[in-house]
């Protein structure tokens, strides 16, 4: 099957990853063939064509700027009429706003990829709503309870995202460089969070709550995650201020964007992602279970349907008194670490084995497929493609 991913390109979170853990592990599951188109160069498209997947420029686009809507649609419908696709996956309404039109014009199934939870309000989304997709595909039971306010007459389906386990086994050599290099002293409890620098991760209430642990010696906070937006870069702006306020700074290491949390992970003690807004999956939370951390994070969104009991903490939403006990517990038990981390890698892989999460989404696009016997396509020896 050959599946073409179209979207936007010019960020990197959870949404990007998920497209680069298809584009890395295509062996485990052949079958799921994932071809991508991007808007935008950046570190997604060179990360998919570094895994050797094939990657489509479709240009530059934004909605305020309608010639470049149109050049970007018609590099798509040049493309669907050039190469041969099964399907075409439109992630988020930007994507199925600009590019949902096209796959429909070139008789082509299509599924909506919704990443977030929706009240079908934004402007975006209505717009989007205009171009009904054959399957709402979900990340979790969070965000596909809100499938049915963009669109209320289509099936959907909710699909946990792949999660590869760390590529790479860290020794405590590994782990002292790391340390090292971050000017984190050998013996210090590690509270890490890697995410996007938006305001809903929570980061300014894990400082809060660190703030009432200055009693507590031998902690260090990492912070991974870079400001990808003007008003990302305010954000961190105001974290490193509120650290000095809080007069934690000198335990603070903001570690800007990353590309080897994998690492950073292994040499970390807990993963602590506080969200103020329901997180709609939480990729970031099975990588730290996949590294044998202890996960702390808000009672809300998807985080309920990964952390439980077995391997880490939730706690009351923007609760900095309940936070901070958690951390408190954690930070003192090295025995309870060592417990809930234990548990980590299978709770992670019972949710989100790669190989079984891609044939999944694979029964889920053959079963759009074969609903859609007009769509399907032949290619002929010209290249292009005619009704079958």
Known sequence: MRLL?????????????????LARHHDLFPALGSHFALCFEGRLGDELQLAGAAVYPLGKARISQPLTVMRARRALSELLQREHFDLAVCHSSWSQTIFGPVVRAANLPLVYWLH?????????DRWARKTAPDLVLCNSEFTGATAKNLYPERRSEVVYCPVAPPSHTYSKADRAITRTELQTPQAAVVIIQASRMEEWK??????????????????????AGGAQRPSELQYLNRLKKKAEQLQIADRVRFLGQRSDVEKLLAA?????????GPEPFGIAFIEALHAGLPVVTTEIGGAREIVDNSCGRLVKPRDKDALAQSLRGLIRDQVGRVRFGAAGPVRARALCDVKTQMQLLHECFAEVVAENPRQARLVGESGRRVLA
Request: glycine share 10%.
């Open 5 to 21: 991913h179209i979207h936007s390109g010019n960020l990197y979170g959870g949404v990007e990853t998920l497209l680069t853990t």
């Open 116 to 124: 977030n939870p929706t009240d079908g309000k934004h402007w975006l």
């Open 202 to 223: 929570g980061q300014a209430l894990q400082l809060e709550a660190l703030g009432e642990l200055k009693d507590l010696p031998d902690w260090i906070c990492w912070q």
């Open 268 to 276: 970390a003690d807990i993963y602590c992602q506080p969200n103020t």
